[in-house]
């Protein structure tokens, strides 16, 4: 999927949310998005990030922007409900949502897990998706092929030691994306993970600190799945876990 080349016009007159706005894969995906035609719903925590995105959208010619400042461990059941209404009233549409927002905690033995560490991870990776997924469907359902694509990981796929709370869930975004792709199998919505594998973010670069970050990809270079997954030819794709560097996947170890 890395050599899927979008048609300039893929996302015109498109509305898609992509949490995690502010950096790494979620600016790329939103500066992308906005070229390929998008109107882009920046959320995030930081403030300061979303706006520089959205300056960037702007001076890029795309399509203006909308940002929604919003901290997905405190955020209830009410704020997505609220948002839903929001964007359903200023937009009236919602073609798409990313869920590129996460948190990685630290990684250790099973046995030093903290209550509150746990808790945490949960709250963001799986409960925000959960309750945000919820508030969003009556939009995405209103509109025709719309899509929703969460975020997995290799060790969301096969269990890896010291990954901890964060590879239990990915492992829960896995099957909260089977689940609702069977559930929407009849309708126009479609659900898919994807894994972005080792790329030059953040994130990364927190999990393995002593790692050349020039060795990796970055995110422009992993974007054409992101691309692929929102527009229509990708219509016939959903229940599916696609990996942005499918060259670079780690074979599975001999039992």
């Given at each position: 999927?890395?050599d899927?080349?979008?048609?300039?016009?893929?996302?015109?007159?498109?509305?898609?949310?992509?949490?995690?706005?502010?950096?790494?894969?979620?600016?790329?995906?939103?500066?992308?998005?906005?070229?390929?035609?998008?109107?882009?719903?920046?959320?995030?925590?930081?403030?300061?990030?979303?706006?520089?995105?959205?300056?960037?959208?702007?001076?890029?010619?795309?399509?203006?922007?909308?940002?929604?400042?919003?901290d997905?461990q405190?955020?209830?059941?009410?704020?997505?409900?609220?948002?839903?209404?929001?964007?359903?009233?200023?937009?009236?549409?919602?073609?798409?949502?990313?869920?590129?927002?996460?948190h990685?905690?630290?990684?250790?033995?099973?046995?030093?897990?903290?209550?509150?560490?746990?808790?945490?991870?949960?709250?963001?990776?799986?409960?925000?998706?959960?309750?945000?997924?919820?508030?969003?469907?009556?939009?995405?359902?209103?509109?025709?092929?719309?899509?929703?694509?969460?975020?997995?990981?290799?060790?969301?796929?096969?269990?890896?030691?010291?990954?901890?709370?964060?590879?239990?869930?990915?492992f829960?975004?896995?099957?909260?994306?089977?689940?609702?792709?069977?559930?929407?199998?009849?309708?126009?919505?479609?659900?898919?993970?994807?894994?972005?594998?080792a790329?030059?973010?953040?994130?990364?670069?927190?999990?393995?600190?002593?790692?050349?970050?020039?060795?990796?990809?970055?995110?422009?270079?992993?974007?054409?799945?992101?691309?692929?997954?929102?527009?229509?030819?990708?219509?016939?794709?959903?229940?599916?876990?696609?990996?942005?560097?499918?060259?670079?996947?780690?074979?599975?170890?001999?039992?």
């Amino acid at each position: 999927m890395l050599d899927y080349h979008a048609s300039p016009d893929l996302l015109n007159d498109k509305v898609i949310l992509i949490t995690g706005a502010g950096d790494g894969i979620g600016r790329e995906a939103a500066l992308s998005y906005g070229a390929h035609g998008a109107t882009v719903i920046l959320l995030g925590r930081t403030v300061k990030k979303l706006e520089a995105v959205y300056d960037e959208l702007l001076a890029q010619g795309s399509p203006e922007p909308a940002i929604i400042p919003l901290d997905l461990q405190g955020a209830t059941k009410q704020h997505y409900l609220d948002m839903a209404e929001t964007l359903k009233q200023q937009f009236g549409r919602l073609d798409g949502v990313l869920f590129n927002a996460g948190h990685l905690a630290v990684l250790g033995p099973f046995e030093m897990i903290g209550e509150d560490d746990w808790d945490k991870v949960m709250q963001i990776n799986v409960k925000s998706q959960f309750l945000m997924t919820q508030a969003l469907l009556p939009l995405l359902k209103a509109t025709p092929n719309s899509s929703i694509v969460y975020t997995s990981s290799g060790v969301g796929k096969q269990g890896r030691a010291y990954w901890g709370s964060y590879a239990v869930s990915k492992f829960a975004t896995e099957g909260m994306m089977e689940v609702l792709a069977d559930e929407l199998d009849n309708t126009t919505v479609r659900v898919n993970c994807i894994n972005p594998g080792a790329t030059r973010t953040g994130m990364r670069a927190q999990a393995y600190p002593g790692e050349d970050p020039a060795t990796l990809r970055t995110p422009q270079e992993i974007i054409p799945l992101y691309l692929y997954l929102m527009g229509s030819d990708s219509q016939h794709i959903s229940g599916q876990s696609l990996d942005a560097q499918p060259d670079k996947i780690r074979p599975r170890a001999r039992q």
